[in-house]
């Protein structure tokens, strides 16, 4: 069975940082783009961080540029989201997405069809 488990989500205050991870079960991320996304009560979901396994490029959007790194274990299968100076408007629920059939910029822009999700991790940021 195909499953993405992201952990590492919590409270965290202005400026600090936090690391998210997804875990890769069932198949290998080799040959996939990985993206991360999130979503906020009442927005749209919105992706922040995507990674080509295939070519190694990523994309960010200008939200996060600068802050946010998406990296990948190849070992653990794993994929990792490094967030830095976290602001309030960072709040949401952080999801993590695999799929082969999009760049790292169709994906992190147009995510439609043939993508697998996980179930998400609330990252709240709040004095």
């Keep these: 069975q195909l499953q993405l488990v992201e952990s590492g989500g919590g409270l965290v205050q202005p400026g600090g940082s936090l690391r998210l991870s997804c875990a890769a079960s069932g198949f290998s991320l080799d040959y996939y783009v990985i993206g991360w ?3 906020a009560p009442g927005k749209e979901r919105e ?4 990674f080509s396994s295939k070519d190694g490029t990523t994309y960010y959007p200008d939200s996060v540029k600068g802050r946010f790194t998406i990296s990948r274990d190849n070992a653990k299968n794993t994929v990792w989201l490094q967030m830095n100076s976290l602001k309030p408007e960072d709040t949401a629920v952080y999801y993590c997405a695999a799929a082969q059939e999009y760049s790292v910029f169709t994906l992190c822009v147009f995510p439609t069809k043939g993508i697998y999700w996980g179930q998400g991790t609330q990252v709240t940021v709040s004095s």
Excluded at 47 to 50: A, D, I, R, T, Y
């Design 47 to 50: 992706g922040v961080s995507c």
């Design 37 to 39: 996304f999130r979503q």
